[in-house]
Protein backbone atom coordinates (compact mmCIF):
# COMPACT_ATOMS: atom_id res chain seq x y z
CA UNK A 1 0.00 0.00 0.00
CA UNK A 2 0.56 3.26 0.08
CA UNK A 3 3.00 3.88 3.44
CA UNK A 4 5.07 0.61 2.55
CA UNK A 5 8.81 1.64 3.26
CA UNK A 6 8.14 4.02 0.31
CA UNK A 7 8.07 8.01 -0.09
CA UNK A 8 5.10 9.60 -1.51
CA UNK A 9 7.37 10.80 -4.54
CA UNK A 10 8.66 6.85 -4.48
CA UNK A 11 5.01 5.69 -4.34
CA UNK A 12 3.93 8.08 -7.46
CA UNK A 13 6.63 7.04 -9.28
CA UNK A 14 6.06 3.42 -9.01
CA UNK A 15 2.75 4.03 -9.45
CA UNK A 16 3.56 5.65 -13.06
CA UNK A 17 6.02 3.46 -14.49
CA UNK A 18 5.45 0.72 -17.08
CA UNK A 19 6.96 -2.73 -16.84
CA UNK A 20 9.18 -2.25 -19.59
CA UNK A 21 11.42 -4.62 -21.59
CA UNK A 22 14.07 -3.34 -24.11
CA UNK A 23 18.00 -2.79 -24.68
CA UNK A 24 19.88 -1.84 -21.25
CA UNK A 25 22.89 0.29 -21.19
CA UNK A 26 25.32 -3.13 -21.95
CA UNK A 27 23.28 -3.88 -24.92
CA UNK A 28 21.30 -7.31 -23.58
CA UNK A 29 17.81 -7.32 -23.87
CA UNK A 30 15.74 -7.71 -20.78
CA UNK A 31 13.09 -5.67 -18.52
CA UNK A 32 14.14 -2.93 -16.41
CA UNK A 33 14.63 -3.29 -12.59
CA UNK A 34 14.01 0.63 -11.85
CA UNK A 35 12.91 3.66 -13.62
CA UNK A 36 16.49 4.59 -14.21
CA UNK A 37 16.74 1.42 -16.54
CA UNK A 38 12.94 1.67 -18.07
CA UNK A 39 14.33 5.85 -19.23
CA UNK A 40 17.49 4.74 -20.67
CA UNK A 41 16.04 1.94 -22.92
CA UNK A 42 14.78 4.97 -25.06
CA UNK A 43 12.23 4.79 -28.03
CA UNK A 44 12.42 0.78 -28.71
CA UNK A 45 11.38 -0.29 -25.31
CA UNK A 46 8.10 -2.14 -24.98
CA UNK A 47 5.84 -1.70 -22.39
CA UNK A 48 4.90 -5.00 -21.76
CA UNK A 49 1.65 -4.05 -19.41
CA UNK A 50 0.15 -1.23 -22.02
CA UNK A 51 0.60 -4.08 -24.52
CA UNK A 52 -1.15 -7.04 -22.43
CA UNK A 53 -4.12 -4.94 -21.31
CA UNK A 54 -4.48 -3.53 -24.38
CA UNK A 55 -4.72 -6.95 -26.31
CA UNK A 56 -6.82 -8.56 -23.34
CA UNK A 57 -9.51 -5.97 -23.22
CA UNK A 58 -9.80 -5.86 -26.69
CA UNK A 59 -9.80 -9.83 -27.28
CA UNK A 60 -12.71 -9.25 -24.26
CA UNK A 61 -14.71 -6.73 -26.38
CA UNK A 62 -14.17 -9.70 -29.51
CA UNK A 63 -15.97 -12.20 -27.46
CA UNK A 64 -18.54 -10.10 -25.94
CA UNK A 65 -19.99 -9.40 -29.61
CA UNK A 66 -19.24 -12.70 -30.93
CA UNK A 67 -21.13 -14.26 -28.45
CA UNK A 68 -23.87 -11.71 -28.86
CA UNK A 69 -24.44 -12.31 -32.31
CA UNK A 70 -24.01 -16.04 -32.48
CA UNK A 71 -27.21 -15.62 -29.84
CA UNK A 72 -29.16 -13.34 -31.54
CA UNK A 73 -32.73 -13.74 -31.62
CA UNK A 74 -35.52 -12.56 -33.23
CA UNK A 75 -37.86 -13.80 -30.39
CA UNK A 76 -37.23 -12.00 -26.98
CA UNK A 77 -33.83 -11.01 -26.60
CA UNK A 78 -31.38 -11.23 -24.16
CA UNK A 79 -29.73 -8.65 -21.85
CA UNK A 80 -26.52 -9.05 -23.66
CA UNK A 81 -28.33 -8.70 -27.00
CA UNK A 82 -30.08 -5.55 -25.82
CA UNK A 83 -27.07 -4.05 -24.34
CA UNK A 84 -25.22 -5.03 -28.35
CA UNK A 85 -28.11 -3.77 -30.10
CA UNK A 86 -28.37 -0.26 -28.06
CA UNK A 87 -24.50 -0.19 -28.31
CA UNK A 88 -24.57 -0.63 -31.96
CA UNK A 89 -27.49 1.71 -32.74
CA UNK A 90 -25.66 4.18 -30.55
CA UNK A 91 -22.70 3.91 -32.82
CA UNK A 92 -24.45 3.92 -35.91
CA UNK A 93 -26.69 7.33 -35.45
CA UNK A 94 -23.03 8.77 -34.86
CA UNK A 95 -21.77 7.49 -38.07
CA UNK A 96 -25.39 8.53 -40.32
CA UNK A 97 -24.44 12.19 -38.24
CA UNK A 98 -21.25 12.89 -38.95
CA UNK A 99 -20.13 10.85 -42.45
CA UNK A 100 -21.87 11.95 -45.67
CA UNK A 101 -20.05 9.52 -47.68
CA UNK A 102 -20.44 5.81 -48.37
CA UNK A 103 -18.25 3.30 -46.95
CA UNK A 104 -18.58 -0.07 -45.04
CA UNK A 105 -15.35 0.17 -42.71
CA UNK A 106 -16.24 3.03 -41.04
CA UNK A 107 -19.20 2.50 -38.60
CA UNK A 108 -17.16 -0.83 -37.52
CA UNK A 109 -13.96 1.02 -36.58
CA UNK A 110 -16.07 3.60 -34.90
CA UNK A 111 -17.46 0.66 -32.93
CA UNK A 112 -13.99 -1.44 -32.56
CA UNK A 113 -12.48 2.22 -31.14
CA UNK A 114 -15.70 3.66 -28.89
CA UNK A 115 -15.98 -0.12 -27.03
CA UNK A 116 -11.64 -0.36 -27.04
CA UNK A 117 -11.22 2.54 -25.74
CA UNK A 118 -13.68 2.56 -23.02
CA UNK A 119 -12.82 -1.00 -21.81
CA UNK A 120 -8.95 0.23 -21.45
CA UNK A 121 -10.60 3.52 -19.79
CA UNK A 122 -12.57 1.36 -17.18
CA UNK A 123 -9.32 0.18 -15.59
CA UNK A 124 -9.10 3.41 -14.07
CA UNK A 125 -11.79 2.65 -12.18
CA UNK A 126 -9.57 -0.32 -10.44
CA UNK A 127 -8.18 0.73 -6.97
CA UNK A 128 -4.66 1.63 -7.88
CA UNK A 129 -3.14 -0.80 -5.47
CA UNK A 130 -4.84 -3.54 -6.29
CA UNK A 131 -3.44 -5.38 -9.26
CA UNK A 132 0.10 -3.61 -9.08
CA UNK A 133 0.46 -5.41 -5.36
CA UNK A 134 -0.75 -9.13 -6.86
CA UNK A 135 1.90 -8.18 -9.25
CA UNK A 136 4.38 -7.60 -6.67
CA UNK A 137 3.28 -10.82 -4.82
CA UNK A 138 3.86 -13.04 -8.24
CA UNK A 139 7.11 -11.19 -8.93
CA UNK A 140 8.45 -11.54 -5.15
CA UNK A 141 7.08 -15.51 -5.10
CA UNK A 142 7.87 -17.16 -8.06
CA UNK A 143 10.55 -14.75 -9.33
CA UNK A 144 12.42 -13.64 -6.41
CA UNK A 145 12.17 -10.31 -7.92
CA UNK A 146 12.48 -6.75 -5.60
CA UNK A 147 8.92 -5.76 -5.26
CA UNK A 148 10.03 -2.23 -4.95
CA UNK A 149 10.83 -3.20 -8.38
CA UNK A 150 7.84 -4.46 -10.16
CA UNK A 151 6.14 -2.13 -12.19
CA UNK A 152 2.33 -2.92 -13.53
CA UNK A 153 0.47 -0.41 -14.78
CA UNK A 154 -3.06 -1.23 -15.64
CA UNK A 155 -4.65 1.60 -17.47
CA UNK A 156 -3.02 1.35 -21.39
CA UNK A 157 -4.45 4.48 -22.11
CA UNK A 158 -2.65 6.52 -20.03
CA UNK A 159 0.83 5.08 -21.64
CA UNK A 160 1.08 7.83 -25.19
CA UNK A 161 2.07 4.67 -26.76
CA UNK A 162 -1.12 3.21 -26.72
CA UNK A 163 -3.29 6.48 -27.63
CA UNK A 164 -0.37 7.83 -30.37
CA UNK A 165 -0.20 4.09 -31.86
CA UNK A 166 -4.55 4.31 -32.28
CA UNK A 167 -4.32 7.74 -33.44
CA UNK A 168 -1.61 6.83 -35.96
CA UNK A 169 -4.02 4.24 -37.43
CA UNK A 170 -6.74 6.52 -37.91
CA UNK A 171 -4.38 8.75 -39.34
CA UNK A 172 -2.89 6.18 -41.85
CA UNK A 173 -6.68 5.82 -42.88
CA UNK A 174 -7.18 9.66 -43.77
CA UNK A 175 -4.10 9.33 -46.21
CA UNK A 176 -5.15 6.43 -47.76
CA UNK A 177 -8.97 7.51 -48.26
CA UNK A 178 -7.99 10.92 -49.01
CA UNK A 179 -5.69 10.29 -51.82
CA UNK A 180 -7.76 6.47 -52.73
CA UNK A 181 -11.14 9.64 -53.03
CA UNK A 182 -9.12 12.28 -54.63
CA UNK A 183 -5.85 10.88 -56.43
CA UNK A 184 -2.46 11.82 -55.58
CA UNK A 185 -2.79 15.30 -57.31
CA UNK A 186 -6.04 15.78 -55.35
CA UNK A 187 -4.71 15.24 -52.11
CA UNK A 188 -1.76 17.41 -52.79
CA UNK A 189 -3.68 19.98 -54.31
CA UNK A 190 -5.43 20.23 -51.32
CA UNK A 191 -2.40 21.00 -49.07
CA UNK A 192 -0.94 23.28 -51.73
CA UNK A 193 -3.69 25.80 -52.96
CA UNK A 194 -6.37 25.72 -49.68
CA UNK A 195 -6.92 28.45 -48.87
CA UNK A 196 -4.92 31.38 -50.33
CA UNK A 197 -4.90 29.63 -53.63
CA UNK A 198 -1.71 28.79 -55.95
CA UNK A 199 0.19 32.30 -55.39
CA UNK A 200 -0.22 31.38 -51.49
CA UNK A 201 1.54 27.66 -52.05
CA UNK A 202 3.96 28.27 -49.58
CA UNK A 203 1.60 29.98 -46.50
CA UNK A 204 -0.90 27.10 -47.78
CA UNK A 205 1.31 23.65 -47.53
CA UNK A 206 2.63 25.19 -43.79
CA UNK A 207 -1.27 25.87 -42.38
CA UNK A 208 -2.81 23.02 -44.30
CA UNK A 209 0.87 20.86 -43.09
CA UNK A 210 0.27 21.37 -39.53
CA UNK A 211 -3.42 21.19 -39.84
CA UNK A 212 -3.10 17.85 -41.38
CA UNK A 213 -0.56 16.54 -38.23
CA UNK A 214 -2.44 18.22 -35.44
CA UNK A 215 -5.43 15.50 -36.32
CA UNK A 216 -3.28 12.61 -34.97
CA UNK A 217 -1.34 14.64 -32.00
CA UNK A 218 -4.58 16.02 -30.47
CA UNK A 219 -6.02 12.96 -30.87
CA UNK A 220 -3.69 10.88 -28.95
CA UNK A 221 -2.68 13.67 -26.37
CA UNK A 222 -6.39 14.53 -25.45
CA UNK A 223 -7.26 11.13 -24.48
CA UNK A 224 -3.61 10.00 -22.82
CA UNK A 225 -3.89 13.82 -20.65
CA UNK A 226 -7.54 13.39 -19.51
CA UNK A 227 -7.02 9.77 -18.22
CA UNK A 228 -3.35 10.70 -16.98
CA UNK A 229 -4.70 13.43 -14.67
CA UNK A 230 -7.47 11.09 -13.63
CA UNK A 231 -5.02 8.38 -12.53
CA UNK A 232 -2.85 10.58 -11.02
CA UNK A 233 -5.33 11.95 -8.59
CA UNK A 234 -6.49 8.11 -7.95
CA UNK A 235 -2.68 7.57 -6.94
CA UNK A 236 -2.86 11.23 -4.55
CA UNK A 237 -6.06 10.04 -2.71
CA UNK A 238 -4.66 6.52 -2.16
CA UNK A 239 -1.45 8.43 -0.36
CA UNK A 240 -3.96 9.69 2.33
CA UNK A 241 -4.94 5.81 3.55
CA UNK A 242 -1.07 6.19 5.31
CA UNK A 243 -2.17 9.07 6.71
CA UNK A 244 -3.95 6.96 9.77
CA UNK A 245 -7.43 6.54 10.42
CA UNK A 246 -8.61 9.97 9.87
CA UNK A 247 -7.08 10.57 6.18
CA UNK A 248 -7.77 7.33 5.33
CA UNK A 249 -11.99 7.79 5.99
CA UNK A 250 -11.45 11.26 4.18
CA UNK A 251 -9.78 9.74 1.54
CA UNK A 252 -12.83 7.11 1.01
CA UNK A 253 -14.52 9.34 0.59
CA UNK A 254 -12.58 11.27 -1.77
CA UNK A 255 -12.17 8.33 -4.10
CA UNK A 256 -16.07 7.21 -4.28
CA UNK A 257 -16.45 11.13 -5.33
CA UNK A 258 -13.59 11.22 -8.06
CA UNK A 259 -14.37 8.06 -9.31
CA UNK A 260 -18.14 8.99 -9.65
CA UNK A 261 -17.40 11.86 -11.90
CA UNK A 262 -14.80 9.98 -13.43
CA UNK A 263 -16.91 7.75 -15.04
CA UNK A 264 -18.16 10.63 -16.86
CA UNK A 265 -14.55 11.47 -18.19
CA UNK A 266 -14.10 7.62 -19.47
CA UNK A 267 -17.15 7.56 -21.20
CA UNK A 268 -16.69 10.69 -22.51
CA UNK A 269 -13.18 10.79 -23.96
CA UNK A 270 -14.35 7.10 -25.80
CA UNK A 271 -16.77 8.72 -27.55
CA UNK A 272 -14.62 12.11 -28.52
CA UNK A 273 -11.84 9.82 -29.95
CA UNK A 274 -14.86 7.85 -32.05
CA UNK A 275 -17.01 10.76 -33.30
CA UNK A 276 -13.40 12.69 -34.31
CA UNK A 277 -12.68 9.40 -35.94
CA UNK A 278 -15.61 9.52 -37.54
CA UNK A 279 -15.40 13.12 -38.72
CA UNK A 280 -11.48 12.90 -40.05
CA UNK A 281 -12.33 10.03 -42.19
CA UNK A 282 -15.54 12.13 -43.55
CA UNK A 283 -13.44 15.33 -44.46
CA UNK A 284 -10.80 12.42 -46.07
CA UNK A 285 -13.79 11.27 -48.71
CA UNK A 286 -14.72 14.92 -49.16
CA UNK A 287 -13.47 16.97 -52.24
CA UNK A 288 -13.34 20.70 -52.12
Do not use: C
Not at 122 to 137: F, R, T
Not at 189 to 196: K, R, S, W, Y
Amino acid sequence: MAGDTLTSNEYIQHHLTNWTFGKHADGHWGFAHSTSEAAEMGFWAIHVDSMLWSILLGAIFLFIFHKAAKSMTAETPSGLQNFVEWVVDFVNDNVRGSFTAKNDLVAPLALTIFFWVLLMNLMDLVPVDWIPEVAKWVGATFFGADPHHVYFKVVATTDPNITFGMALAVFVLMLYYSIKIKGVGGFFGELAFQPFGKWGMPANLLLEGISLISKPVSLSLRLFGNLYAGEMIFILIALLYSGGVVWGTLGGFFQVGWAIFHVLIILLQAFIFMVLTIVYLDMAHQHH
